[in-house]
């Protein structure tokens, strides 16, 4: 079936550092890929996605490339700052005709000053 | 702009006991997803509709648990005769048809079975 590999956790960086989360897939067909936030104390939420193979989803100065070849879909950021702690969840949808996300065990980030 | 609701935000009950739960979803939004997540994972699918049907279900969705979607509105998960196994966070997603499957998910409801 498919499933979704992140790098384990937890993550601590310095402000203004440079930010990579790994993540890998395993999937069937062509799957959607995900990025997800959680910030403390509130829900999850959508923070980028791409739909097909090299495409590039970005947003807040996030980015992902989906990698097919590589089957990968690594998050990075150039300057995290310390509103950037949370958890991050990679995900994927769609790998053979089914619909629900398979999400990732998560990474939890903390940005120190 | 009202997004995902979900009610109550926290339960906890004792084992054996019964509990439901409420999720609205974003209006217009005919898919609807269950998902429970538990500390330390990643959210695991339970059932998803689409309008009032239910159209799949996990293994992990044991036959003390029942979804339903009446109307093709909101949804309600009922757990019965609940275990401590069942503590988790039970989170509720919706999705417009058009939109490569992207899931607008709720606060989530809290479960603490005692």
């Known amino acids: 079936g498919d499933s979704v590999t992140q790098m384990e956790g937890p993550v601590t960086l310095s402000e203004e550092a440079f930010l990579t989360i790994n993540c890998t897939y395993t999937?069937?067909?062509?799957?959607?890929l995900f990025w997800y936030v959680q910030y403390p104390g509130e829900g999850l939420q959508l923070l980028l996605k791409a739909t097909k193979a090299d495409d590039k989803g970005s947003n807040k100065g996030f980015e992902a490339t989906y990698r097919k070849e590589t089957t990968s879909f690594h998050l990075e950021k150039g300057s995290v700052q310390v509103s950037d702690s949370a958890v991050y969840f990679c995900a994927l949808s769609g790998g053979a005709g089914s619909y629900q996300l398979t999400f990732g065990k998560g990474t939890k980030l903390s940005v120190i000053p | 702009d009202t997004g995902v609701s979900q009610d109550p935000r926290h339960k906890i009950t004792k084992r054996g006991q019964n509990v439901t739960f409420r999720c609205d979803p974003i209006?217009?939004?005919?898919?609807l997803y269950w998902y429970r997540q538990t500390l330390g994972q990643g959210p695991e699918f339970l059932t998803y509709?689409?309008?009032?049907?239910?159209?799949?279900k996990s293994r992990l969705l044991s036959d003390r648990f029942s979804a339903e979607r009446p109307k093709g509105s909101f949804s309600t998960l009922e757990i019965q005769r609940t275990e401590q196994g069942d503590s988790a966070m039970y989170l509720c997603?919706?999705?417009?048809?058009?939109?490569?499957?992207?899931?607008?998910f709720g606060p989530g409801t809290r479960l603490t079975v005692l």
């Open positions: 999937a069937t067909g062509y799957p959607s």
């Open positions: 509709f689409q309008n009032e049907a239910q159209l799949e």
């Open positions: 997603a919706s999705t417009d048809r058009g939109s490569y499957n992207e899931q607008f």
């Open positions: 209006s217009e939004h005919n898919r």
